[in-house]
Each structure stands twice: as C-alpha cells, then as structure tokens.
C-alpha cells in the first residue's frame, strides 16, 4: 500500500512569492490533514479536508489556503511569502469519516525555504 | 485549551541504557486520543502508538513501552535497551474525540533523543 505522498519535497521562494504544495493521500483515505513545522513553533495545524470540504481550520492567516480534489489529492497554497513560512510542511491522510480517531499516517513532507 | 507539555527537550545516552521520555497533556474533554510519534531525519512522523482516554492499561512493543496515568495526566514513554536506530524527535500529541475536532492533533514540542554507540 503506497503511502502519503508530498510534492516538491524541497523548495526556494523569495519574500512575495506565492507556492502550491500538493498531498496524495494513501489509497482509500478520504481525509488530508496539513501541518507546519517550524523550529519555534513546532507542528501547528494548519486544516483538514474530507470529501473535498474544509472541516477544520488552524489559526493561521488567510494567505495559507487549501482544497481537496475529488480523488482526495490535496493542495495547499501560501500567497505573499514572508521569511516566516519557511517549514517543514507535513500532509497526513486518514479514513476519518465520521469517527475522530487520529489514525493520522503522515507524508515525508515538502520542505519550504523563504529568502 | 489543550496543551501537551514534554519536558525533555534533548536526551543523550549510551546504548543499552533505557530512557524515559515524559508527556503531560491537559484537556477539558473526557474522550481523547493520546499518541506517540517518531521523526527520523527523512521528516516524516511514523505513528507508534495511539491511546484512548478510557484505556489506562500499559502496553509494550518489544523494546517500547507506555505508561499511561489519567491521574496525573501522564503518557509517558519507555525504550529499554536502547539502539543507535531509536535516534530521533519523539512526539507526544493528543487528540479530541469531539466533532469540532478532525484532523487537529496538539502536538508537545519534541524529544531529540541521541542515542550514542
């Protein structure tokens, strides 16, 4: 059974720039759950999607955006990069359907540098 | 609010020896998930184990063993004997079982646990 799949895995941006990172869950799962690392921060929720609505948001500002697609890939976007966005950006899938049980597997995830 | 306290920042010891990594949590719910997490230096977070707030029984994985007290808000986590490939970030994080919730793991700030040959 494949596992979460990120992509890029690394990447360079510059202060303004915008990026669109992308999430294949494993095969079956319906949910997709976004996390930020940092090193001052730690892993941070950023959103999660089911069936392609957004069912929980973290506290970050409007420019981090997602969405889900109908074969449950998931994107997420980050509009006017500043310096502080750079992070380890994780993707977790799940069956989660009705049941909350956090059988969260997550991706390698896709590493952002802001210059 | 929940929070999920580990107070370990950074553990160094010799292989063989056993360590103790310490988790506290607060939550106001009464039906939570606790966890235990891993990250090797690849970044990914590998899943070790998940505990629900009404199984307070102990468990253990071959070298790997959890203490869980709701008295104490505690989850606490064991490697005996340990080995240079336990070297990692062990995460603590904690889950509500409620509706508003999905998705959404508190995660304690992490353990960097080097274990030295």
């Known amino acids: 059974k494949a596992g979460v799949t990120q992509t890029p895995r690394y990447l360079i941006k510059t202060r303004g720039q915008q990026v669109t990172l992308s999430c294949s869950p494993i095969?079956?799962?319906?949910?997709v759950s976004w996390y930020q690392q940092t090193p001052g921060q730690g892993l941070q929720f950023l959103f999660e999607y089911f069936s392609e609505t957004q069912r929980n948001k973290g506290n970050f500002p409007g420019r981090f955006s997602g969405r889900q697609f109908s074969n449950s890939r998931s994107e997420m976007n980050v509009s006017t990069l500043e310096l502080g966005d750079s992070a380890l950006y994780l993707c977790?899938?799940?069956?989660?359907?009705?049941?909350?049980?956090?059988?969260?597997?997550f991706g390698e995830g896709s590493r952002l540098t802001v210059l | 609010a929940q929070k999920v306290t580990q107070a370990q920042t950074e553990i160094s010891v010799v292989e063989k020896e056993d360590v103790t990594l310490d988790c506290v949590y607060e939550t106001r719910d009464t039906t939570y998930y606790l966890f235990w997490y891993k990250q090797p230096p690849s970044g990914e977070l590998v899943f070790l184990i998940r505990r629900n707030s009404f199984d307070e029984q102990n468990e253990i994985s071959g070298r790997y063993s959890w203490n869980f007290q709701k008295s104490t808000s505690s989850f606490n986590f064991t490697i005996t004997a340990s080995q240079v490939v336990d070297s990692a970030v062990y995460f603590c994080?904690?889950?509500?079982?409620?509706?508003?919730?999905?998705?959404?793991?508190?995660f304690g700030q992490g353990t960097i646990l080097t274990v030295h040959p």
């Open positions: 095969s079956g799962h319906r949910s």
């Open positions: 977790a899938s799940s069956l989660m359907g009705t049941s909350n049980t956090g059988e969260l597997f």
């Open positions: 994080a904690l889950l509500n079982a409620g509706g508003t919730s999905y998705g959404k793991l508190t």
